[in-house]
């Protein structure tokens, strides 16, 4: 298994494409994200994830997690332990975080560019740190002070990690369901009772302590998803003041035997009387939830890039080597019994579709961090509030379009090895076999879909929609007829008109049919991520033919080469989405009830 941080193309896309370095210098604190030290930050993060991490992908696979049902611990794989230690020892943990609490406070994209290298090098090792960025965001937004000065310095120096409790047994996607309740218990403490599955990192052996943010009523709370609060509760009992307490009766009941993902621990968590603490309103749960559900949401795009990363350089280097028939137009190795099946053409569309993607996901995840930075620290509130609503907007989108192509990707990354790809030996299937869970979790492709349409196209009047076309629109009339690119961007500004008039025709259908909502929701997700993807490497295609661009020949060749691609062989797919939002919802109704009724 091998892995080369794509550092060249992540460059090119923050400061060639998005111009980060005045996105940065607009920002409060912005001086200390100058491109040196950015540069100098990606360079040892590529280090740490090629030398340390990429070691222990497969060690993890292997290995697995162990529980041990006498004393409900986990014990993760040795190799994930030690690389831990070495992630806080190099002050990872604290990268952007606020240095008011500890934090180095870099840029939030300087982060995503570090954690697709982590997702790349080992996701399964990456869901430790995962989640507890999302609960540092919770606390921040929603909870006090003296939560936020006792919990975060913990969280951002690595002593602490921190959890997401949604899910329970009768109880997944559909939180208005959930029992677990919390109990008034005096002088600000609660104590939850209930059990919560599919938690990743509930109990582990990393961390000194676990912060658990967990969603429950209150004993008069209303029914449904308006009666829902959220409590931290620690492994170890935390005072106000900070001091360690003893155990809190909170414990791992199992964890899961899984497909993929087998270094991550999934876990049952019980909650026998636990204490914790209310942050944010009563019954406002779910607004403090979403901040961190949202945080996750594009992390677990970030990690679908990782994969479709990762499966290209191992796939397509063995592509180079494997001798396997003669190319068509005849030989290009003589010298060789048969030549590398990279000549191949079908070989060749599967790489390059790999490629073209990784590189297009990677502009839409950096795009939508540099969202996150002006949200976080630009001193406009305008500025802020536009780019919350392009960030609100495109979250789902992110989410599902790169954990859905991650499946595909993945799989290409087998079919390359043929055989090979197959068994274990070679790395490939279990790319695969982890790629298969991100499309589940934090919300599956379908609710992405339902949170794109139903609620920030139809719900919200369309605004980050808008704004994003806006965007859109005015980077097609600037490079109209422009020599290299002019026709990208003409199929771009064609796209774009489409998509509005796509958007109204699902709008007028809605009016009189509400299920004309789901019935388009999920073409209409691809048909957008397909249009986003084109968006962003029209935009690098311009970047890289811009007389002050100063990069290699090669790679400006090799650019063009992967925008051409997909253009001419992956942004055709919208054809088909296209046509899947216009069937409507007739198709899916009524007399499809008796063709599912038929065994």
């Known amino acids: 298994m091998i892995y080369k941080a794509p550092l060249t193309d992540m460059r090119f896309v923050l400061f060639d494409v998005f111009d980060a370095e005045s996105i940065y210098a607009s920002l409060k604190n912005g001086e200390n994200a100058q491109r040196d030290i950015v540069d100098a930050v990606l360079e040892e993060g590529a280090k740490f994830c090629e030398q340390v991490l990429t070691p222990t992908n497969a060690i993890g696979d292997a290995e697995g997690c162990q529980y041990d049902k006498d004393s409900a611990t986990v014990t993760t794989p040795k190799a994930f332990r030690e690389a831990y230690d070495r992630f806080v020892e190099g002050g990872w943990t604290g990268l952007c975080g606020d240095p008011a609490y500890g934090g180095q406070g870099m840029p939030e994209s300087v982060g995503y560019v570090f954690k697709e290298m982590i997702e790349s090098a080992n996701v399964a090792w990456g869901t430790y740190p995962l989640l507890s960025a999302g609960a540092v965001d919770a606390m921040v937004n929603?909870?006090?002070?003296?939560?936020?000065?006792v919990f975060i310095p913990r969280i951002?120096?690595?002593?602490?990690?921190?959890?997401?409790?949604?899910?329970?047994?009768?109880?997944?996607?559909?939180?208005?369901?959930?029992?677990?309740?919390?109990?008034p218990a005096g002088d600000g403490v609660y104590k939850l009772y209930g059990t919560k599955i599919f938690i990743t990192a509930g109990?582990?052996?990393?961390?000194?302590?676990?912060?658990?943010?967990?969603?429950?009523?209150?004993?008069?709370?209303?029914?449904?998803?308006?009666?829902?609060?959220?409590?931290?509760?620690?492994?170890?009992?935390?005072?106000?003041?900070?001091?360690?307490?003893?155990?809190?009766?909170?414990?791992?009941?199992?964890?899961?035997?899984?497909?993929?993902?087998?270094?991550?621990?999934?876990?049952?968590?019980?909650?026998?009387?636990?204490?914790?603490?209310?942050?944010?309103?009563?019954n406002r749960g779910l607004n403090a939830m979403f901040t961190m559900m949202n945080t996750a949401r594009l992390g677990v795009g970030v990690q679908g890039l990782g994969l479709i990363e990762i499966s290209h350089q191992n796939a397509i280097a063995y592509a180079r080597d494997r001798l396997q028939m003669r190319?068509?137009?005849?030989?290009?190795?003589?010298?060789?019994?048969?030549?590398?099946?990279?000549?191949?053409?079908?070989?060749?569309?599967?790489?390059?579709?790999?490629?073209?993607?990784?590189?297009?996901?990677?502009?839409?995840?950096?795009?939508?961090?540099?969202?996150?930075?002006?949200?976080?620290?630009?001193?406009?509130?305008?500025?802020?509030?536009?780019?919350?609503?392009?960030?609100?907007?495109?979250?789902?989108?992110?989410?599902?379009?790169?954990?859905?192509?991650?499946?595909?990707?993945?799989?290409?990354?087998?079919?390359?090895?043929?055989?090979?790809?197959?068994?274990?030996?070679?790395?490939?299937?279990?790319?695969?076999?982890?790629?298969?869970?991100?499309?589940?979790?934090?919300?599956?492709?379908?609710?992405?879909?339902?949170?794109?349409?139903?609620?920030?196209?139809?719900?919200?009047?369309?605004?980050?929609?808008?704004?994003?076309?806006?965007?859109?629109?005015?980077?097609?009339?600037?490079?109209?007829g422009h020599g290299e690119v002019g026709h990208y961007v003409t199929r771009v500004a064609a796209l774009a008109k489409e998509w509005e008039g796509l958007t109204r025709e699902i709008g007028m259908k809605a009016a009189g049919n509400a299920e004309e909502i789901g019935?388009?929701?999920?073409?209409?997700?691809?048909?957008?991520?397909?249009?986003?993807?084109?968006?962003?490497?029209?935009?690098?295609?311009?970047?890289?033919t811009r007389a002050s661009y100063q990069g290699t020949a090669e790679f400006k060749a090799a650019k063009l080469a992967t925008v051409r691609f997909y253009f001419d062989r992956i942004l055709p797919r919208t054809l088909s989405h296209a046509a899947g939002v216009r069937a409507g919802a007739e198709s899916l109704t009524g007399a499809i009830d008796a063709a599912l009724a038929v065994a």
């Open 203 to 282: 109990e582990h052996d990393m961390s000194q302590n676990i912060v658990h943010l967990v969603l429950a009523r209150l004993p008069d709370a209303p029914a449904g998803t308006k009666g829902i609060s959220m409590f931290i509760v620690p492994k170890y009992k935390v005072a106000r003041d900070g001091t360690v307490g003893e155990r809190n009766p909170v414990a791992a009941g199992s964890i899961e035997h899984k497909m993929g993902l087998k270094g991550s621990a999934t876990c049952v968590m019980n909650f026998d009387g636990a204490e914790g603490y209310l942050i944010g309103q009563p």
């Open 519 to 544: 019935a388009a929701a999920v073409d209409y997700l691809f048909y957008s991520g397909y249009v986003v993807f084109a968006y962003f490497l029209a935009r690098e295609a311009e970047a890289v």
């Open 327 to 480: 190319s068509l137009s005849g030989p290009k190795r003589p010298d060789k019994p048969a030549d590398p099946i990279i000549v191949h053409p079908d070989v060749r569309r599967m790489l390059m579709t790999q490629k073209a993607i990784a590189e297009a996901g990677r502009a839409l995840c950096i795009y939508s961090a540099l969202q996150v930075d002006l949200i976080s620290h630009h001193p406009e509130a305008e500025v802020r509030q536009r780019a919350d609503e392009i960030l609100s907007f495109l979250t789902p989108i992110t989410k599902a379009m790169l954990t859905e192509l991650a499946i595909e990707c993945t799989s290409h990354g087998i079919q390359v090895l043929g055989g090979h790809g197959y068994i274990k030996e070679w790395g490939l299937e279990q790319f695969l076999r982890d790629a298969r869970i991100t499309t589940i979790y934090e919300g599956t492709t379908q609710i992405q879909a339902l949170d794109l349409l139903g609620r920030k196209i139809m719900g919200q009047q369309a605004v980050g929609l808008r704004h994003f076309l806006g965007e859109v629109g005015a980077f097609c009339a600037a490079h109209a």
């Open 142 to 149: 929603h909870g006090e002070e003296w939560q936020r000065q």
């Open 156 to 183: 951002l120096s690595g002593e602490w990690t921190g959890t997401m409790c949604l899910t329970e047994p009768h109880s997944g996607s559909d939180l208005g369901l959930m029992r677990t309740r919390a109990e």
